[in-house]
T-cell receptor, first 111, second 112 residues
Framework: DAGITQSPRHKVTETGTPVTLRCHQT?????MYWYRQDPGHGLRLIHY???????DKGEVSDGYSVSRSKTEDFLLTLESATSSQTSVYFC??????????FGPGTRLTVL | DQQVKQNSPSLSVQEGRISILNCDYT??????FLWYKKYPAEGPTFLIS?????DKNEDGRFTVFLNKSAKHLSLHIVPSQPGDSAVYFC???????????FGAGTRLFVKA
């Protein structure tokens, strides 16, 4: 158990509304990641963080922003949600090795 | 440009038999490889890994084989059990970087 929680676990929202997903870790890991999982695409990296206030884009970052003001929290924001952002979102941390450990996921539906 | 490819979306195997899941990669800079298992409504969980300096790593019923010249790795599950039914993701890392690249996944069905 890597001590990762995600909130909310499920969310339904309407197109055009802002949405923030939260990832919280209890083990003080430096690296944190946001992925989305879609059928046929596997896990695609949205953004990642390599320290407080240090973030960078992944392969599918358009329409998303992130913030990390504390080591333990990594927030993913959809400024104006679109139906194409309906997905399952996973947060991950990288432990002391190169292995990543995942949270339980947030299922987001944008109507 | 998919750097990590799992060409079989699904695989069906009889309980007790061997399951072989395959993965190909294109980036020769990858030097660490992992397999993750995912059940519905849960996050992926780490299963087994292998460094590029090895060609085999074993953990109980799970063995990962790496063929660097072919840029190919495979996961063997012997014997397969119904509880192994899940989606399996192959992943690769260049340990000098921050990112892990995942394949699209293979859904394994183990029939009782």
């Amino acid at each position: 158990d890597a001590g990762i929680t995600q909130s909310p676990r499920h969310k339904v929202t309407e197109t055009g509304t802002p949405v923030t997903l939260r990832c919280h870790q209890t083990e003080n890991h430096r690296y944190m990641y946001w992925y989305r999982q879609d059928p046929g695409h596997g896990l695609r990296l949205i953004h990642y963080s390599y320290g407080v206030k240090d973030t960078d884009k992944g392969e599918v970052s358009d329409g998303y922003s992130v913030s990390r003001s504390k080591t333990e929290d990594f927030l993913l924001t959809l400024e104006s949600a679109t139906s194409s952002q309906t997905s399952v979102y996973f947060c991950a941390i990288r432990g002391t090795t190169d292995t990543q450990y995942f949270g339980p996921g947030t299922r987001l539906t944008v109507l | 440009d998919q750097q990590v490819k799992q060409n079989s979306p699904s695989l069906s195997v009889q309980e007790g038999r061997i399951s072989i899941l395959n993965c190909d990669y294109t980036n020769s800079m990858f030097d660490y490889f992992l397999w993750y298992k995912k059940y519905p409504a849960e996050g992926p969980t780490f299963l087994i890994s292998i460094s590029s300096i090895k060609d085999k790593n074993e953990d109980g019923r799970f063995t990962v084989f790496l063929n660097k010249s072919a840029k190919h790795l495979s996961l063997h599950i012997v014997p397969s059990q119904p509880g192994d039914s899940a989606v399996y993701f192959c992943a690769a890392i260049n340990t000098g970087g921050f990112k892990t690249i995942f394949g699209a996944g293979t859904r394994l069905f183990v029939k009782a």
